[in-house]
C-alpha cells in the first residue's frame, strides 16, 4: 500500500482548509479513498493527483461545477489540463517579475517612476474588477508588491468581496502584511458580523498566540457564524489556554459539531481530560457529543469513563459511548465484550466487537 494522508496532514501540507476539502468530497470532486475508524478521511497518492487537477482547473477560471463537469468528462485530457495550467502560470511569473524588477528601480531611485506608481494603480485597480477571477489573480500577486499595495487596501478588499474562492486568496495575502494581527483585533468590535468573522478567520490563518484572548472573547458574539468561526481560529491557533471554553460549547447547538470536533481534535491528549469532566457532569447533549469526541481522539486513557457511560440515563449518550469504544481499539472492545447480552446494545455492540 502507498503512502496516505489525513485530512488535517493534506489541509497543513496545501495550504487549502479542512472545510474547503470537505466541501470538495461533498460535491464529489475529492472522494477520499477510504476512512479511519473515527470517520477521519484518507487520502491516497491518487487522491493527491485529482486534487490537483481540482486546483488547476480552478487556477483556469473554471467554477467548481464546472471543474466537476470536466473531471467528469471521460475526454479531458488531464495533460492537456497541466499544459494550459503551465502555460498561464508562466505568463504570471513572468509579469510578476517584470512588475518586481519596476519595484526593485523605484525603490532604488530617489526620484519615484511615474511608470512604476501606474503600474502599482492599476494593480490596485483590478482588486475592485467585477470579474473574480481579475480579482482572483491581484490577491495573489499583492503580497509580492506590498511596497505599493497597503494593507488596507486588502482589508478593503476583503470586507467587499462575496466570493469565497477570492475572499481565501485575500486572507493569505493579508497574512502575508506585518501589521495584519494587530488590525484584524482592532476590528472584532466591529459592528458589522461579517467583517468580525473574516478578522476571526483571518487571525486562525495567522496562527498568532496573541489572538487567544481576543477570540475566547469572540464566543459569546450573538452571530453564530462569528462564534463558528472563532472556534475554527482557536483550533488553528493550537493554544492549550483554550481548550476548557471551546469544551464549554459542548452543549451548544449554534456551533456545527464537525467544526467544534475538529477544533478541539487538534488538540489531542490535552483536551481528553476536560471532555471527560464533560461526560461525567455535562447536560445530555454535551455528555453525547463529549462522548463522540473521545472516539475522535482516541484517547484510550477515556475507557473507563466511557465505560462508566454505558450506564447514562441519555439513550444518545449510551449509543455515543459504544461506538467511541469501538473506535479506541482493543481497550474498547474488551469492554464492548461485556455487553453482548444487553438488550439495548448488545446487537451493536457485537458488531463493533
Given at each position: 500500500?502507498g503512502r496516505?494522508w489525513?485530512?488535517?496532514e493534506v489541509a497543513?501540507?496545501?495550504?487549502?482548509?479542512?472545510?474547503?476539502?470537505?466541501?470538495?468530497?461533498?460535491?464529489?470532486l475529492?472522494?477520499?479513498?477510504?476512512r479511519?475508524?473515527s470517520?477521519?478521511?484518507v487520502y491516497?497518492?491518487?487522491?493527491l493527483?485529482?486534487l490537483?487537477q481540482v486546483?488547476?482547473l480552478?487556477a483556469?477560471?473554471?467554477?467548481?461545477p464546472?471543474?466537476?463537469?470536466?473531471?467528469?468528462d471521460?475526454t479531458?485530457?488531464?495533460?492537456?489540463t497541466?499544459?494550459?495550467?503551465?502555460?498561464?502560470?508562466e505568463r504570471?511569473?513572468a509579469?510578476?517579475?517584470?512588475?518586481a524588477e519596476?519595484?526593485r528601480?523605484l525603490?532604488?531611485?530617489s526620484?519615484?517612476?511615474w511608470e512604476?506608481v501606474?503600474?502599482?494603480?492599476?494593480?490596485?485597480?483590478?482588486?475592485n474588477s467585477?470579474?473574480?477571477?481579475?480579482r482572483?489573480?491581484?490577491?495573489l500577486?499583492?503580497?509580492?508588491?506590498?511596497?505599493?499595495?497597503?494593507?488596507?487596501?486588502?482589508?478593503?478588499a476583503l470586507?467587499?468581496?462575496?466570493e469565497?474562492?477570492?475572499?481565501?486568496v485575500?486572507?493569505?495575502?493579508?497574512?502575508?502584511?506585518p501589521?495584519?494581527a494587530?488590525?484584524?483585533?482592532?476590528?472584532?468590535?466591529?459592528?458589522d458580523?461579517?467583517?468580525?468573522?473574516?478578522?476571526?478567520?483571518?487571525?486562525?490563518?495567522?496562527?498568532?498566540?496573541?489572538?487567544?484572548?481576543?477570540?475566547?472573547?469572540?464566543?459569546?458574539d450573538?452571530?453564530?457564524a462569528?462564534?463558528?468561526?472563532a472556534?475554527t481560529?482557536?483550533?488553528q491557533?493550537g493554544?492549550a489556554s483554550?481548550?476548557p471554553?471551546l469544551?464549554g460549547?459542548?452543549?451548544?447547538p449554534?456551533v456545527?459539531?464537525?467544526v467544534?470536533?475538529?477544533?478541539?481534535?487538534?488538540f489531542?491528549?490535552?483536551?481528553?481530560?476536560p471532555?471527560?469532566a464533560a461526560l461525567r457532569t455535562?447536560s445530555p447533549?454535551?455528555?453525547?457529543?463529549a462522548?463522540d469526541l473521545?472516539g475522535r481522539l482516541g484517547?484510550v486513557?477515556?475507557v473507563d469513563a466511557?465505560?462508566?457511560?454505558?450506564?447514562?440515563?441519555?439513550?444518545p449518550?449510551?449509543?455515543?459511548?459504544?461506538l467511541?469504544?469501538?473506535?479506541?481499539?482493543?481497550?474498547g472492545r474488551?469492554?464492548?465484550?461485556?455487553?453482548?447480552?444487553d438488550?439495548?446494545?448488545?446487537?451493536?455492540?457485537?458488531?463493533?466487537?
Amino acid at each position: 500500500m502507498g503512502r496516505t494522508w489525513l485530512i488535517g496532514e493534506v489541509a497543513e501540507l496545501t495550504g487549502l482548509t479542512r472545510r474547503a476539502l470537505r466541501h470538495y468530497d461533498e460535491l464529489g470532486l475529492l472522494v477520499p479513498s477510504a476512512r479511519t475508524g473515527s470517520d477521519y478521511r484518507v487520502y491516497d497518492e491518487g487522491d493527491l493527483l485529482r486534487l490537483l487537477q481540482v486546483q488547476n482547473l480552478k487556477a483556469l477560471g473554471l467554477g467548481l461545477p464546472e471543474v466537476a463537469a470536466a473531471l467528469a468528462d471521460a475526454t479531458t485530457d488531464a495533460t492537456a489540463t497541466l499544459s494550459l495550467h503551465r502555460e498561464a502560470l508562466e505568463r504570471r511569473i513572468a509579469q510578476e517579475q517584470s512588475l518586481a524588477e519596476r519595484l526593485r528601480l523605484l525603490a532604488g531611485q530617489s526620484e519615484r517612476s511615474w511608470e512604476d506608481v501606474l503600474a502599482a494603480i492599476a494593480l490596485s485597480q483590478r482588486l475592485n474588477s467585477p470579474d473574480p477571477v481579475v480579482r482572483l489573480r491581484a490577491a495573489l500577486e499583492s503580497p509580492g508588491t506590498s511596497a505599493a499595495l497597503s494593507g488596507a487596501d486588502l482589508f478593503g478588499a476583503l470586507v467587499a468581496e462575496p466570493e469565497p474562492a477570492v475572499q481565501e486568496v485575500l486572507l493569505w495575502a493579508l497574512a502575508q502584511q506585518p501589521a495584519a494581527a494587530a488590525t484584524a483585533v482592532e476590528q472584532l468590535g466591529h459592528p458589522d458580523a461579517q467583517r468580525r468573522r473574516l478578522m476571526a478567520r483571518l487571525l486562525g490563518e495567522l496562527g498568532d498566540p496573541l489572538a487567544v484572548g481576543p477570540l475566547l472573547e469572540l464566543l459569546d458574539d450573538p452571530d453564530p457564524a462569528v462564534v463558528t468561526a472563532a472556534v475554527t481560529a482557536l483550533g488553528q491557533v493550537g493554544d492549550a489556554s483554550a481548550v476548557p471554553a471551546l469544551v464549554g460549547l459542548l452543549a451548544d447547538p449554534a456551533v456545527p459539531e464537525p467544526v467544534l470536533t475538529d477544533a478541539l481534535a487538534g488538540f489531542g491528549a490535552t483536551a481528553a481530560p476536560p471532555v471527560v469532566a464533560a461526560l461525567r457532569t455535562g447536560s445530555p447533549p454535551a455528555r453525547e457529543r463529549a462522548a463522540d469526541l473521545l472516539g475522535r481522539l482516541g484517547e484510550v486513557s477515556a475507557v473507563d469513563a466511557l465505560a462508566a457511560a454505558l450506564g447514562d440515563p441519555a439513550p444518545p449518550v449510551r449509543l455515543a459511548a459504544a461506538l467511541a469504544l469501538g473506535a479506541l481499539g482493543e481497550p474498547g472492545r474488551v469492554v464492548l465484550a461485556t455487553l453482548s447480552d444487553d438488550p439495548q446494545l448488545g446487537a451493536l455492540a457485537r458488531r463493533l466487537v
